[in-house]
């Protein structure tokens, strides 16, 4: 019970290092991510080239680490987790790649570098995002299945929230929303599909990896649906209170794009407080782990506090 | 024996009513995609509507009839198989809605109608493309599965032909290609790829629909290698010979992009005996069905006597 109380109040991040873990998962997913891609060299040198420049471009990992941490929180091993955390970001990275393009957000820039039609032109990049998107499945593939896991559970658990009804579908309506006037109740299926579809599947995936049992599944799967919305309130307000240096990317983009915001529609200062609830709904989520998902805790605190 | 020396000379083609197969796959595998996909009207409409108006745009399944026959030469059943024939379809639908893109072919016509950014913009038809390559994947995971060949090795099989090393590095290579001077053999790469690679997985998956033995899987690779490239060398034929009416796409336009085509490089002549001698080796590869792969012969013979 003690340790249960202790979830009520303030989260248990004291005694984590939160670095350390960031730095371990960061290392132990480029190394496994260079091992699954084809080489550079490899034919068509010009499209490996490609897929490896955005996927080897400086992103946070966030997505991976939140897979292992998950892993971690239900007694599984990270190396086991892996795959899925390197599929998880293989589709993360395509969508940016595609979500760049200049039929879609037309941007220059993504994490400080030129985006990737930028450096490859147009078609190449549409065909390293549709590659990228493919491998995570090969990927997916690579990993050991499990009990109450199998490979035809991840590969329905990736294509769902990859598909055209989450991370599509918050593609599609964030590309249809600009210049409208947005609904709060609009812009949360946004945020849902467009950012929470995928942490929420790296953190079940995570629990998979360990075989985990319902409860876990049901909690992780509480745990990224709050963080992920809380991941993108946040990053709305990041576009508006940051410069473009600090974010790495073009920033006040979407103000100047009259895309949908939280701080576009309930003000800044709401926005924020949105943003607290939401992680500690995250954190409330993590109550059955009793104190064993550490990580997890330190991670959401991270994203809730992080400047860029 | 007798069986097997039948073979050796004319396929045996005779009795076997080709068209009531295409007609009764055709009908299943419609059917079948139709439960698969999201309804027209599931949020959001627009993706959902852009997906459908490809894969219903009158496409002549041959890649579903292809895995359906391949299923019913080894024995399996039509239903167990379909729904690899879907998501087999759904991948070459999805690579020909990107292939149709400005920055790739920028074709406006595909069988017969306007193509899919010209009817829903840019930025649907590469979320479209991106929903139905996931969407693949999420099919195949409804397939049984089966002792020989779990659901790890359908995902495998799927990825890697779409993936960057097969069917996505045709398309870039068809891309860097264009306007330079192309060697039959960086030709037969690009057609290995851009075609065969494609035809062979859904001869492989039929197989695998039936978990059939290896020597099967062997022969079926064989003859979807070499229906594929004869395919490809008949696609460039008609592209040269046929009016834009007949073949429903823009004719000639592979010759005007100065894409590198077999007729350009080897001539028309020299062409159709290359597309005789390959689907002479697919025959030959059916051999070890012993007259039961009647319908996978029919299907080439088809393939090598289209006029569109």
């Not at 109380?5 to 004291?14: D, G, N, Q």
């Not at 550079?40 to 990992?61: C, D, I, N, V, W």
């Not at 329905?156 to 249809?176: F, N, P, T």
Request: charged share 20%; net charge positive; with cysteine.
């Amino acid at each position: 019970m003690a340790a249960k109380k202790r979830h009520h109040a303030k989260p248990a991040v004291t005694g984590f290092d939160l670095d350390a873990f960031l730095a371990s998962s960061t290392g132990l997913v480029n190394t496994a991510l260079d091992g699954f891609l084809p080489a550079e060299k490899t034919r068509p040198a010009t499209l490996h080239r490609a897929m490896r420049y955005s996927l080897f471009a400086g992103g946070k990992r966030m997505r991976p680490a939140l897979v292992l941490a998950a892993a971690q929180a239900c007694g599984g091993r990270l190396a086991e987790a892996l795959p899925l955390a390197c599929a998880v970001e293989c589709i993360h990275t395509y969508s940016l790649v595609h979500d760049d393009l200049p039929a879609m957000d037309n941007d220059d820039y993504r994490r400080g570098k030129p985006t990737n039609h930028k450096v490859f032109g147009e078609g190449i990049a549409i065909l390293a995002g549709d590659a990228l998107l493919t491998q995570a499945f090969e990927i997916a593939a690579q990993a050991r299945g499990w009990p109450r896991y199998p490979h035809r559970d991840l590969m329905l658990e990736i294509a769902y929230a990859a598909g055209s009804r989450q991370l599509i579908a918050g593609q599609v309506a964030d590309l249809e929303g600009e210049g409208r006037k947005t609904s709060p109740a609009q812009l949360k299926y946004i945020h849902e599909r467009k950012t929470s579809a995928l942490l929420c599947c790296a953190a079940r995936l995570g629990g998979m990896s360990a075989n985990c049992p319902p409860v876990q599944l049901r909690a992780l799967t509480d745990f990224g649906y709050h963080v992920g919305l809380a991941f993108q309130v946040i990053d709305d307000i990041l576009d508006v209170t940051q410069t473009s240096e600090t974010l790495g990317k073009t920033a006040g983009k979407d103000t100047r794009a009259r895309k949908a915001t939280y701080p576009a529609i309930v003000g800044l200062e709401q926005s924020r407080k949105i943003a607290a609830q939401l992680t500690g709904r995250a954190f409330a989520a993590l109550r059955p782990f009793r104190g064993r998902a550490v990580a997890l805790e330190a991670l959401a605190a991270f994203l809730l506090h992080r400047e860029s």
